[in-house]
Nanobody
Framework: EVQLVESGGGLVQTGGSVRLSCSAS????????IGWFRQAPGNVREGVSC????????YYTDSVKGRFTMSSDNAKNTVYLQMNSLKPEDTAVYYC???????????????????RGRGTQVTVSS
């Protein structure tokens, strides 16, 4: 059974930093790429970042480029999202997710990741 478990969310002030972790287990193939998406109340879901499994390339939605960095520790089966220079508009529930291809930016309402975690709340106070 595939499991994605997020941790590391919380409350942070504007300009602060948070690191999210995602522990992955149960994958039986290398066909999936792991990324993060977020959902804020009243907003469209947004693909935040993705790490392409085949070559380690990373992709980010425009609003977080230069501020967020995704990395992985294969020995621990864990991926991270380092979020710096946080803004109030970054407030959302952040989900770790896996899919056959990388996707960033606004997500169509009918799109569903192959696998996703339960999410972790990040709140940026102004």
């Amino acid at each position: 059974e595939v499991q994605l478990v997020e941790s590391g969310g919380g409350l942070v002030q504007t300009g602060g930093s948070v690191r999210l972790s995602c522990s992955a287990s149960g994958f039986t193939s290398d066909d999936y790429n792991i990324g993060w998406f977020r959902q804020a109340p009243g907003n469209v879901r947004e693909g935040v970042s993705c790490l392409r499994n085949s070559d380690g390339a990373t992709y980010y939605t425009d609003s977080v480029k230069g501020r967020f960095t995704m990395s992985s520790d294969n020995a621990k089966n864990t991926v991270y999202l380092q979020m710096n220079s946080l803004k109030p508009e970054d407030t959302a529930v952040y989900y770790c997710a896996a899919h056959q291809f990388c996707i960033t930016g606004p997500l169509h309402s009918t799109f569903e990741y192959a696998y996703r975690g339960r999410g972790t709340q990040v709140t940026v106070s102004s």
